[in-house]
């Protein structure tokens, strides 16, 4: 069970951590000091290569979930908090899948073909959507951690 959960927290770690450190420390930035044919090739090298870490994040963070909840005796086992923390969880995961196969992609096509504007709305769209799987990482760490309080 230790591993497990270490690497759920690891997984939570790197994801939220990740999104938190885009969203109010590189996108201010570079939203003030690059025009767009330098700042969105910038966003869509970092999302690449972040993206990736998304996904071994979300593998372990099913995995080691899923293995926790087996351990524990199952769903019908389980506290008020880890079914609200699972399901937040999976609207997170839903969204970040919806992020990378759309927007994301438009994102990287827009770039690639020099259409600054169209990639800046792209951009717009994910910085919309981080912003709420952000709020919702916050909000299923508070649940995981202090959930029990509920119970």
Do not use: C
Not at 47 to 73: D, K, Q, T
Not at 113 to 136: E, F, P, Y
Request: charged share 10%.
């Amino acid at each position: 069970m230790d591993i497990a959960r270490f690497v759920h927290v690891l997984g939570a770690l790197i994801w939220v951590g990740g999104m938190f450190f885009a969203y109010v420390a590189l996108r201010p930035a570079a939203a003030s000091l690059l025009e767009p044919p330098q700042r969105l090739p910038l966003w869509q090298e970092t999302f690449r290569r972040f993206f990736l870490w998304v996904w071994v994040s979300v593998a372990g963070l099913l995995a080691s979930g899923l293995w926790m909840i087996a351990l524990l005796g199952g769903f019908a086992a389980l506290a008020l908090h880890v079914h609200l923390m699972f399901g937040l969880g999976i609207v997170m995961m839903l969204i970040f899948g919806h992020v990378y196969f759309s927007p994301y992609r438009r994102l990287t096509r827009f770039v690639e073909q020099k259409d600054w504007k169209a990639a800046g709305a792209a951009l717009g769209q994910i910085r919309k959507l981080v912003a709420l799987n952000l709020t919702l990482g916050i909000l299923t760490v508070a649940v995981g951690t202090a959930g029990r309080l509920l119970s």
